[in-house]
């Protein structure tokens, strides 16, 4: 078979301008079983959130710490953020003992505050120089993307927001952190190819900060373009603890699980 030096040239272009997004845990503060914390890795080098369960996140993927260069994070709820302790501790003396890999951290303006004092709680004056070699910023520069971090509805003392990554071919994507239905969530979703959405709660569970499966109903039938990715679920996978029953979804609604992998084109559309 000859395959043609333009043939290749193709190859390559197309394999560029993919992204690679993996669902890394799917879970919510509970840990239903069989499922890590809700956690996003997108094309093997950012993250979303860093949980208690990051480390063992990452290395299920084959993914080590240093190869991390930017963290998003969403709010400093502990089961999104009380991972980075010992990831920066796995950095400092495993993966990147030299410090030479850099690392971003983007979020609110009490992001640098919290996980800094988390940090010192955890491993007091262990994790200060790695601390300071951190670039803190309000949104990151990362070459392809473009992105916005903005307000989403849940509890305001951990300043809430949702990430959305707009790409250089003109296509975004969203993460929802964790959020209530609201109208800047679900306007900015509609403009998005491809969506991670929380569903923390079940439906008798009295809160409007979470969304329930009526409302991914909702959100699925206005954003019939946009695929719909469920994570921070209650739902168990393995054994059963509260529910293992999956709601009836519409067709662009995928529950999440542990592990799963996208390959978005050039149009932000799983391949």
Known sequence: MNVRCDDVLDLKHLQSTMVDV???GSGNAFLPSGRMHSFLLIDKHIIVDCPPTALA?????????ADIDTILITHVHGDHVFGFPFFLLERKYISDRGGERPLTVAGSSIVRERLTELCKLAYPGSLDEMLNRIDWVDTPNVEGWSMERFEVYHEPMVEPHGWMLT???????????????????WNRIAKCSFAVVEMGVPEWVETDEHHKPSDIVKLAEMCPNTRLILTHTYIDSDYKILTKEVPEFPQNVIHGEDGMRFTLD???SIC
């Open 167 to 185: 790409n250089d071919q003109g296509w975004s994507m969203l993460h929802s952190g964790d959020s209530g239905p609201c109208e800047e969530l």
């Open 57 to 65: 996140s990452l290395r299920n993927a084959g993914i080590s710490p």
């Open 22 to 24: 993996q669902l890394l």
């Open 266 to 268: 050039s149009n932000g």
